[in-house]
């Protein structure tokens, strides 16, 4: 079928890429002409594993192309897809105006019948909106229906869950729309959820704020077990033999970032605040995340006092491992007040740097090795659980002036770090001192 995929930032591209990639004929578009002419050479503008090979694969097959130009992408498209941006506002709500001018677009532009399916997660009753503003702007009276298709996928690992995804939510007013998309997605051989569109809507940030609950869940016991001497490792092993809880998104750290669960908590609770429903659940949730991304700063205060003139390695600075992406990292916030509080900060990250020197503070040094940023440091915080921080010589901590390691995503075993010379402080379990063997296996 010969589709069409409006924005090509995470969400459009691998939309795009994937669909090509089961046998469908995808133009993406976007407004941006610089972007375009690149992905026309093949290049990814963003980093997302695997999607490189398989753009490349789909645009030599020519079932893939990119153009900045509307009228050419929708021609002959039976199915125009939304994945531009929802940007968050001030007030924590989603801006539309991008979607809703796609919309216009769609309206002014399509000569054949087409339906436009929303991945943009947007606010529950948009999708009508939506619509409404179709049916204003039609210039024929050919028939165009909006469907709500959210996505579920994790950047970094994008085009695994694109064919390993656990469902598919499409939401339609119509059963002739939602067999049309359910058809398109037939060949993922994933389930497919058929509903009504405000419950489509709602299953994503539904979703999102779950996941982003257990989170807080589980730094909101790390914290207590610190105090109480338990080991919130092994309490979330424990949670999750429950098949009714779930062992994933148990992992305490320094609380979530990201494109997603952020932004998409604070919509839920303004949705829920234009009902005049108070989510206080919700609001809790985003409480303790705040709260968690400061609790290494807290750790280091007590330890060194302050910040003035100290050298501190900070290692990770991507919201999460395989993604260069910074958005929403606690990194931003630590690496500020670290640099506020006059400290030099030896930063490194295997992969955002670059992204890092376009986000964060002027002032920060980056290295590309992990040693040149513990050499002589006074202490070092772990902020992403990159593959590259978990498997390191734990001797290179040695190099360091004061052994001082925080760990914000619990990188390494207490029983390895018993054996180091380090005084190690994680996220939930107990502080092991200087390789003082007084840590003991439960
Ligand atoms: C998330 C959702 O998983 C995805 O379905 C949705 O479409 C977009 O948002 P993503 O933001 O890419 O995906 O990352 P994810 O892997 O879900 O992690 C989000 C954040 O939660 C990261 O900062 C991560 O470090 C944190 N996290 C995750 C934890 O702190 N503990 C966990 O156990 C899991």
Request: aromatic share 6%.
């Amino acid at each position: 079928m010969k589709l069409a995929v409006v924005g090509t930032g995470y969400v459009g591209l691998v939309t795009g890429v994937c669909l090509a990639e089961i046998g469908h004929h995808v133009t993406c578009i976007d407004i941006d002409e610089m972007k375009v002419e690149k992905m026309k050479k093949g290049i990814v503008p963003i980093y997302e594993p695997g999607l490189s090979e398989l753009m490349n694969k789909n645009m030599a097959a020519g079932r893939l192309s990119f153009t900045s130009s509307h009228n050419e992408g929708f021609a002959g498209a039976e199915v125009v897809y939304i994945a531009v941006g929802t940007p968050q506002k001030d007030d924590g709500s989603a801006n539309l105006t991008y979607v809703e001018q796609v919309a216009v677009t769609i309206a002014k532009t399509a000569k054949n019948e087409t339906i436009v399916v929303t991945k943009s997660t947007v606010p529950v009753g948009t999708n009508d909106r939506l619509q409404t503003i179709i049916n204003q702007n039609k210039l024929s009276p050919i028939k165009i229906e909006v469907v709500s298709n959210p996505e579920f996928l994790r950047e970094g690992s994008a085009i695994y869950d694109s064919f390993h995804g656990n469902r598919i939510i499409i939401g339609a007013n119509t059963e002739e729309a939602a067999q049309k998309i359910a058809e398109i997605n037939k060949p993922f051989g994933i389930f497919i959820y058929k509903t009504d569109i405000r419950s489509a809507e709602m299953i994503k940030y539904a979703s999102n704020a779950f996941l982003a609950t257990k989170i807080s869940f589980i730094n909101e016991i790390a914290n207590i077990c610190e105090r109480v001497g338990a080991d919130v490792e092994k309490v979330a092993v424990g949670m999750g033999l429950d098949q009714r809880i779930g062992s994933a998104f148990l992992k305490a750290g320094i609380g979530y970032g990201g494109s997603c669960f952020p932004k998409d908590t604070k919509a839920l609770i303004q949705i829920a605040g234009n009902v005049e429903y108070d989510f206080e659940l919700l609001k809790g949730v985003v409480n303790v995340n705040r709260k968690q991304q400061r609790i290494l700063l807290n750790k280091l205060r007590g330890i060194v006092g302050n910040f003035e003139g100290k050298k501190i390695a900070v290692l990770g600075l991507a919201f999460k491992p395989d993604t260069d992406d910074l958005r929403e990292a606690p990194s931003i916030l630590i690496t500020n007040e670290l640099i506020n509080g006059g400290a030099q900060v030896y930063a490194y990250d295997p992969i955002a740097i670059e992204n890092a020197k376009k986000t964060l503070n002027s002032s920060i040094i980056y290295v590309e090795k992990l040693e040149d940023a513990l050499e002589k440091a006074d202490a070092a915080l772990i902020l992403t659980e990159w593959s590259e921080i978990k498997n390191m010589e734990i001797s290179l901590f040695k190099t360091m002036k004061n052994p001082i390691v925080l760990d914000g995503r619990n990188c390494f075993s207490l029983v390895q770090m018993q054996e180091s010379n380090v005084d190690y402080h994680s996220v939930g379990r107990r502080v092991v001192r200087n390789g003082i063997k007084e840590v003991t296996e439960w």
